[in-house]
């Protein structure tokens, strides 16, 4: 079975109505973009490949990972980082340990501070280490959440809208940070937007719902 993030013949529907149907598969490090009205069902989709559906939904289909079929498997077994819309850092945390707390496990301290000073430093917040997430603007809050999930080392991605908060500078930059550290790992990417900019930037597939 191919390497990459396979979704075979996923349904997904509300009663006896059907959301959506996809069939895809997205290779080690490629860029699969989804767009589509609100309310198409693309994040009830993440959800589903997370092995999270809300209990209003039904899902059916396989969602392979490496060749590993994701069956059966909860959420944290399964190697996927999801970012949702509103990211959400842990407040009781600073910036620094909301980042090192993605981080796998080994290393010395002092490697693992550098991890995170270098990790600030890619996303422009140099020296923002110590501070509390609230008192972070949106845009920030994004590119750390952003950051934490990169530095988890994630099998695979998906990312509900990621760059929406990012005003257009930042947005290019953290695009681009965020794609070429996948490409690098090999790490298949499922990108929901509305935006045609990341899909033209993410240079892959794109499937569009009705
Ligand atoms: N937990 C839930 N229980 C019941 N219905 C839900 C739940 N979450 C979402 N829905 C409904 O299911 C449909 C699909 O929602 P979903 O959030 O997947 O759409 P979306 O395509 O991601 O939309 P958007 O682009 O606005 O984020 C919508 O009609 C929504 O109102």
Redesign the pocket.
């Known amino acids: 079975m191919a390497e990459g993030l396979h979704l075979e013949g996923i349904r997904i529907a509300?009663g006896d109505v059907t959301?959506l149907r996809v069939d895809a598969h997205i290779a080690p490090g490629e860029v699969l973009t989804l767009m589509?009205?609100?309310?198409?069902?693309?994040?009830?989709?993440l959800s589903y490949v997370m092995g999270d559906l809300?209990r209003?939904?039904r899902g059916t289909g396989r969602v392979t990972l490496d060749g590993r079929d994701l069956a059966g498997l909860p959420p944290e077994a399964r190697r996927i980082g999801l970012l949702h819309?509103d990211p959400l850092l842990f407040p009781h945390l600073s910036v620094a340990a909301n980042l090192a707390f993605g981080l796998p496990r080994g290393g010395t301290r002092a490697e693992r501070r550098a991890t995170v000073d270098t990790a600030l430093s890619q996303i422009g917040l140099d020296g923002y280490g110590h501070r509390d997430p609230a008192t972070l603007s949106g845009g920030q809050g994004a590119r750390v959440a952003l950051m934490r999930v990169l530095l988890s080392r994630p099998r695979a991605l998906l990312l509900?809208?990621p760059f929406s908060k990012l005003d257009a500078a930042r947005r290019g930059q953290t695009r681009d940070l965020v794609f070429t550290r996948a490409r690098e790992a090999g790490v298949p990417i499922l990108l929901?937007t509305?935006d045609a900019a990341d899909a033209q930037a993410a240079a892959g597939p794109v499937i569009e719902?009705s």
């Open positions: 509300r959301l589509g009205p609100s309310g198409s069902g693309k994040s009830t989709l809300p209003a939904f819309q509900d809208e929901v509305h719902l």
